[in-house]
Nanobody
Framework: QVQLVESGGGLVQAGGSLRLSCAAS????????MGWHRQAPGKQRDLVAT???????TYADSVKGRFIISRDNAKNTMYLEMNSLKPEDTAVYYC????????????WGQGTQVTVSS
C-alpha cells in the first residue's frame, strides 16, 4: 500500500510562486505515472499535470508555461513548481499515482490548500 503526502501549499499573492511536494511512503513502480489535480470550491477536480517515471510530462492548457512538474524517483517524491500564480489557481491540490498500461490501484494524497490573493 502506497501513501502519498502533499506539502508546500499556502497563501501567496498573485504573481508569486509556490512549490508543492508529494512524498510517497513506498517505492512507486516505473509502471506508474504521477500527477497533480486541483479542486476549487464548488467545482470538479481537474487534472493539472502528469509525469512518467522517465520524465515525460503533460500539462493542462491553463498552466502551460507557468507550472513545472518533476519527479525524483530515488526520493519517491514528485514536485510542482508553480510560477506567475493567479487567483484562479486557488484550489486544493491533490497528487496521485496511477498505473500506466498495467493493472493496479490508483493512490491519492489528502490534498494541500493553495490560495492566491489578488
Amino acid at each position: 500500500q502506497v501513501q502519498l503526502v502533499e506539502s508546500g501549499g499556502g497563501l501567496v499573492q498573485a504573481g508569486g510562486s509556490l512549490r508543492l511536494s508529494c512524498a510517497a511512503s513506498g517505492s512507486i513502480s516505473s509502471l506508474y505515472g504521477m500527477g497533480w489535480h486541483r479542486q476549487a470550491p464548488g467545482k470538479q477536480r481537474d487534472l493539472v499535470a502528469t509525469v512518467t517515471s522517465d520524465g515525460r510530462s503533460t500539462y493542462a492548457d491553463s498552466v502551460k508555461g507557468r507550472f513545472i512538474i518533476s519527479r525524483d524517483n530515488a526520493k519517491n517524491t514528485m514536485y510542482l513548481e508553480m510560477n506567475s500564480l493567479k487567483p484562479e489557481d486557488t484550489a486544493v491540490y491533490y497528487c496521485n499515482a496511477f498505473p500506466i498500461g498495467a493493472w493496479g490501484n490508483t493512490y491519492w494524497g489528502q490534498g494541500t490548500q493553495v490560495t492566491v490573493s489578488s
